[in-house]
């Protein structure tokens, strides 16, 4: 009898179907929003910066043209000027609104401050020489909020993994070790999102900001060039003289001017 049943109960095991394993459940990807998200209102200060930094790249990287800065019309007309001996003109052209620019601000403010000297021209090459320093310490300034903002942006995603991480923590305090790892997801996500966020907007704003301060240096050094061939002008004319007696100096010998994009080099 009981090796019947036995058979019994192997024949029913045999029959009866297997469990099926139940599909697994999808998981919806993540949007960029999403991810913006989850960073909370640090993650939103950073998106903030993010903007911020690109508008002034954008204003920066347009402003640091060396057509702006030195257009070759402006060189031409200073050229002309001081070659003939009008420094009086060129400094009225130079303090022109519609003639603002950095070469015209240099040499303006050189031979305006020469003008106003007792030793006149003599110290020419000192008064544009601070000029210019004046003048790229300007355009600097105008970089430095790129540099903060690489130098802030990963601080305040080292902020959100501190403030995520006390989340987690405080998580573990108040169930007493016993945290299931949804109850911890959200409070690691916000530390990791933030530091993604940080290093996102920190990285290209640091590139920027070489790359402009190295486009300034560039600048700079071609207006040195330039503003060295310019004062020639005067010191070969005898600007000194001129400045007391008011005389106008005689023509320069000639002496090419740095050429600039698409310019051949010329005689002034």
Do not use: W
């Not at 469990?19 to 998106?47: E, M, R, T, W």
């Not at 303090?95 to 020419?124: H, K, P, Q």
């Not at 070969?236 to 400045?243: K, T, V």
């Amino acid at each position: 009898m009981s090796n019947a049943l036995a058979s019994l109960h192997a024949m029913l095991a045999q029959s009866t179907p297997s469990p099926v394993a139940a599909p697994p459940v999808p998981v919806a990807a993540k949007s960029l929003l999403d991810y913006i998200a989850g960073g909370g209102a640090i993650g939103y200060v950073i998106i903030a910066l993010s903007l911020l930094g690109l508008g002034l790249i954008i204003a920066q990287a347009i402003v640091l043209r060396r057509t702006s800065l030195i257009p070759d019309g402006h060189v031409e007309m200073l050229d002309q000027m001081l070659r003939s001996g009008r420094v009086g003109d060129a400094i009225t052209y130079c303090r022109a609104e519609e003639n603002a620019s950095f070469i015209t601000r240099v040499v303006g403010t050189g031979l305006d401050r020469c003008t106003r000297s007792s030793f006149g021209f003599l110290e020419l090459r000192t008064a544009l020489e601070e000029a210019g320093q004046r003048e790229v310490a300007r355009l600097h300034r105008g970089t430095d909020a790129i540099g903060l903002i690489a130098a802030i942006a990963p601080m305040l995603g080292l902020l959100g993994t501190v403030v995520g991480m006390v989340g987690a923590f405080e998580t573990i305090s108040v169930t007493e070790g016993t945290a299931r790892p949804g109850q911890l997801a959200g409070s690691i996500s916000v530390a990791l999102i933030t530091t993604v966020q940080g290093l996102i907007v920190a990285i290209p704003c640091t590139a920027a900001f070489t790359y402009l301060r190295g486009r300034i240096d560039g600048i700079a050094s071609q207006a040195g060039e330039i503003v060295d061939a310019l004062a020639s002008h005067i010191e070969r004319a005898g600007g000194a003289e001129a400045s007391r007696t008011g005389s106008r100096p005689a023509p320069a010998p000639a002496r090419p001017i740095p050429a600039g994009p698409g310019r051949e080099p010329r005689t002034a």
